[in-house]
């Protein structure tokens, strides 16, 4: 019966990466600053070059010296390379000390969720009817007074996305700058306003984006105050659940976060420190009995907050580590999954029953779940996200197709390589000189918003930097952001991306040595659902395996998408064997015509078509493309030709085109 759901499977994979995971890693600090009660730490992998996450937020940090001491892992900023601590109960590591991090195992809690039979069992339900893509409600018309009233400046298809809630299970697509959060924030403001009974479980896979996703449904809610009085003690009625929340989010928000349960968690974390050697049995028992004394009165508060709150916003993989308390209160009426294309299927698939509909917001084409282990089994449950589930041919799919970030040069190119040609920039931004003003950059006149900078040399691996590395282009990078500092351009508004940490790090260095400071050099996985003004995107090594399947596609996408205003991408003749930098190459050569097109209908009937036009624009029924070979094919020769609209090549049987001119 659920023959593709196969436990056994899943539970293995979940094994292998269990295998894999770390246990512990461990850090150079560079530098230590105190911040009141809090210690910033940048630091640097010692190990090995992987990177940090924000998954790490939570985690347990320990150090030998200059004291022996332990924290509680406040909040991880990848591209700062920062941790900052709290409740550290000795002085954190100074310059060139080592401090350590051992990462709460959410696939522990995960494992745990599959093998429990009754739950499985609920899985499985929740699985057919996500394959059902199945209606069940009739709850969207609810929503048509509010369209014509206060919602009326929504675009058409954030007003379709209301018909998501009429599903067992819905997708919103929400492609770069189509502001899928604030329509998440007015969709689920709108539903509590409508049926205020009800309870929504609001899941995200990062700290901060739970932030963003909670504040943005208060915002919307704030707004409909001034209409429906009610908004207000909804608003009372929302709650952040977990320690690990950014203050900045709440100033002026403070309903937002429930009682804190900081005190028990600052006890917790100073008991850990105290922890006896387990030979003494008694000394042992008794704090083992201490910390489960704490660990009851955090879930107590927890269960507080749940019960009492119509929605409760928190990370995925906490909900996975409070699972068994979430199960307690389900089924919740709505459970919606947020940056649901960054968390894998076994993962969404856990926590599904909790909802007896679900809604997954996010972008297959950006980035999906990073996994360490490469068994066929654990890329397909691990490294996989549930949208792969998805039918855009459906009514339970919305894509947003109006995006508000980029330039229109910059949009056609993304829209044409990973949109099939949807994503275009909102009309209401382009006739908005506010818009127009905010992504003209005066310093630099005569540079289009869209450049390649040529590269000779091509990427290679070093020993030094451990990855590959591209002086070439770093140098480049670097000299190009010189110049435009040089002229005026704020260094904020400027990002150097990379796929490799080792580029990142000569980047850093190059940078440096220049002088220059508040300029973002990065690599791709650390910017998604950011945007910068300017972004240099150099890939360093276009033609590696690690660019050139569908995650590195989605890579790509992330990187160009990040621009506002100007998008320079660097490239040697090698990236270009890269189908997508061949394409983006490819659309930017032909970006600007320097003859008028020829109509079809004018040379299609000549003698010598096509050979006699190659080379020449032709209006074809797709729109103009340049005219680049023959190829006979049997009895229906074909016309080849480049698409200038989406640097792709196409082919047309000679004898159709004939036949529509005739």
């Not at 003494?280 to 019960?307: G, P």
């Not at 979430?326 to 919740?332: D, I, K, N, S, V």
């Not at 990187?559 to 064997?577: N, P, Y």
């Not at 004018?602 to 003698?607: F, H």
Request: proline fraction near 5%.
């Amino acid at each position: 019966m659920h023959a593709e759901l196969d436990r056994n499977e899943i539970l293995k994979a979940i094994g292998r990466e269990l295998y894999v995971q770390e246990k512990r890693i461990e850090l150079r600090v560079f530098k230590r600053q105190r911040e009141e009660r809090l210690w910033r730490l940048t630091v640097e992998r010692t190990e090995d070059f992987s990177q940090l996450d924000e998954n790490l937020e939570g985690a347990d940090a320990w150090w030998p010296e200059p004291e022996k001491g332990i924290a509680d892992v406040l909040a991880v900023i990848p591209e700062e390379e920062q941790i900052i601590l709290r409740y550290a109960s000795t002085t954190p590591p100074d310059t060139n000390q080592k401090i350590f991090i051992y990462p709460p195992s959410f696939l522990e809690s995960l494992r745990n969720a599959w093998n429990d039979l009754d739950w499985y069992n609920q899985i499985c339900r929740k699985y057919e009817l996500l394959l059902s893509h199945s209606f069940q409600s009739n709850i969207s018309p609810f929503f048509k007074d509010a369209f014509t009233f206060r919602l009326k400046w929504l675009r058409d298809a954030q007003r379709g996305s209301f018909r998501l809630l009429d599903y067992s299970c819905g997708f919103l697509w929400g492609p770069p700058g189509t502001g899928k959060t604030t329509t998440l924030g007015v969709l689920l403001s709108e539903y509590l306003l409508k049926f205020p009974d009800n309870k929504i479980l609001l899941l995200s896979t990062t700290n901060v984006a739970v932030d963003e996703a909670l504040t943005s449904i208060d915002k919307a809610l704030e707004k409909a105050q001034r209409h429906i009085p009610d908004a207000l003690s909804l608003r009372n009625k929302i709650k952040r659940i977990g320690a690990h929340f950014r203050p900045e989010y709440y100033a002026g928000r403070n309903h937002l976060l429930p009682a804190s349960d900081e005190r028990i968690l600052e006890e917790l974390i100073k008991h850990e420190s105290l922890k006896p050697n387990p030979e003494d049995a008694q000394k042992y028992a008794a704090w083992k009995e201490k910390k489960e004394f704490f660990q009851k009165q955090m879930k107590r508060k927890a269960r507080e907050v749940i019960k009492n709150s119509s929605l409760c916003a928190l990370t995925s993989t906490r909900a996975l580590f409070q699972l068994d308390i979430l199960r307690e209160f389900y089924p919740f009426d709505l459970i919606v999954f947020d940056e649901s294309s960054q968390m894998s299927k076994a993962h969404a698939l856990a926590i599904a029953p909790l909802g007896k509909s679900a809604i997954f917001a996010g972008d297959p084409k950006q980035l999906s779940p990073i996994v360490k282990a490469t068994q066929p089994d654990v890329l397909k449950w691990l490294g996989e996200s549930i949208f792969l589930y998805m039918r855009d041919d459906l009514n339970n799919t919305v894509m947003l197709t109006e995006q508000s970030r980029m330039v229109v040069p910059i949009c056609k190119i993304v829209s044409n390589v990973f949109y099939n040609r949807k994503l275009v920039v909102a009309m209401d931004k382009i006739s908005d000189p506010a818009w127009r003003k905010e992504r003209q950059i005066s310093a630099l006149p005569n540079i289009k918003p869209v450049t390649l900078t040529p590269v000779d040399a091509e990427g290679t691996w070093s020993q030094k930097y451990g990855g590959f590395i591209r002086f070439d282009s770093a140098k480049k990078a670097v000299e190009a952001v010189a110049l435009m500092i040089g002229k005026g351009v704020e260094p904020s508004k400027i990002a150097i991306l990379t796929p490799f940490r080792a580029q990142r790090r000569l980047i850093r260095v190059m940078l440096r040595n220049h002088n220059v400071t508040r300029v973002l050099a990065s690599t791709v996985h650390r910017v998604q659902g950011s945007e910068r003004h300017v972004i240099i995107f150099d890939p360093v090594c276009g033609s590696s395996d690690f660019l050139s399947d569908d995650n590195g596609m989605r890579l790509i996408n992330v990187a160009i998408s990040r621009a506002m205003a100007l998008l320079i991408i660097l490239l040697s003749e090698g990236d270009k064997t890269n189908e997508v930098f061949n394409q983006i190459s490819k659309m930017i050569t032909h970006s600007e015509i320097s003859e008028s097109p020829i109509p079809l209908s004018e040379v299609v009937l000549t003698n010598g078509f096509p050979e006699n036009f190659i080379g020449k624009f032709v209006e074809f029924p797709i729109g103009i493309c340049k005219i680049i070979g023959l190829e006979r094919e049997g009895n229906d020769p074909k016309v080849k030709v480049l698409d200038i609209e989406s640097g792709r090549e196409r082919k047309f049987s000679i004898r159709i085109l004939k036949e529509k001119v005739v």
